[in-house]
């Protein structure tokens, strides 16, 4: 596998340091909200190659028609997001969503959405709970996975 990009970073050192309550409250959401995807955001601070989430949000899934497979923030709820972060000195540093019944992977979707050098976490989840959660970057318009720290 190659992991370095167009730029020669080494992607491989990417990563997202994701605190257990943080993780424990995100693995309840999915659960909770499954079969439909439930989103929000993860609220931190960059640190070059590393971010680290203090808080992660769950935001409203506007997409109805589709919600057992799709996800959209609305306008409003991403702006009070990124409003409130700063309040408490912190950015928006990535999005969280849940797969239902698929795996912890993005999808052609979350490519065309997503900006880069932001982490965007994903839980796959089934009627038996969380199976998998995993951390993606998006460079140069591709996804590379990066290292999820839970200390």
Not at 116 to 138: F, K
Request: one cysteine or more; hydrophobic letters at 35%.
């Amino acid at each position: 596998m190659n992991t370095k990009s167009a730029a020669g970073n080494d992607l491989q050192s990417y990563e997202v340091h994701l605190p257990l309550s943080v993780r424990t409250r995100l693995c309840r959401e999915a659960e909770l909200g499954h079969p439909h995807e439930v989103c929000g955001v993860l609220v931190g601070i960059s640190r070059g190659r590393a971010g680290e989430v203090r808080l992660a949000w769950k935001l409203r899934n506007v997409c109805t028609e589709r919600a057992h497979d799709r996800f959209e923030f609305a306008p409003e709820d991403l702006k009070r997001a990124f409003d409130q972060a700063t309040e408490f000195g912190f950015d928006i540093i990535g999005i969280w969503h849940t797969h239902p019944d698929h795996p912890a992977k993005p999808s052609e979707t979350d490519r065309a959405a997503a900006w880069e050098n932001w982490s965007y976490v994903i839980l796959s989840v089934s009627a038996e709970g969380v199976q998998d959660l995993r951390s993606w970057r998006l460079f140069h318009g591709q996804f590379q996975e990066e290292k999820v720290i839970s200390p």
